[in-house]
Each structure stands twice: as C-alpha cells, then as structure tokens.
C-alpha cells in the first residue's frame, strides 16, 4: 500500500484524515501533500490534522463538526480523545451522572 493511500479524506470540508491501515511510529507517510514522519503509531480509523489546528478549533469529519481542540497540534498529528473534545456528548471518562469535568 503506498503512503498516499493510508489516510484518506472522508469529505473536502474536512480538517482531520483517517487512518486506513496500522501506522508504526517514525513511518514516513504523505498528508495533505506534505511528507510526515509519524511520531506515535496511529491505528485504523484514528484520525489525523490535516493541517495545523489551533487551541478551540473546530474539527470536521465527514463535512460535519465533531468537536474542538483543546491543544494545538501540527499537519500529521493524532487527533483523538487527549486533544480534542465533543462539544455534543460528554465523554466516557467524564462522570457517570454525566456532569462535566470543570
């Protein structure tokens, strides 16, 4: 499989790629045309930034918001429960009463 083909873009509105097969850590890999050497493994269905996203940003997937940064990140980086927030559903590491973290 070539590097192109492991992420894919689900929608052009979208700001993350998803990851279509196991990723190790240091693997050269090309997201929005930009070379990238991953710094962590990504697994199938993880997503990464398609560019840089900033701290609050919105983050689209399948031409929908899912969420906002909570952290900045750069083009090929992780993006997933550690930097990014639903800004629709509390999350399964918040309370089971469903009161947000302060």
Known sequence: MSAKSKFILLHPKDN????TTFCKSGEKVSISGNDIILDKDIT???KVAGSTLAAGEKVFKCGAPIGSMIEAVNCGDHVHMHNLKSDYLASHL???TGE???
């Open 16 to 19: 993350v790629f998803v990851c």
């Open 44 to 46: 199938v269905g993880h």
């Open 94 to 96: 918040r309370t089971a």
């Open 100 to 102: 947000q973290d302060a």
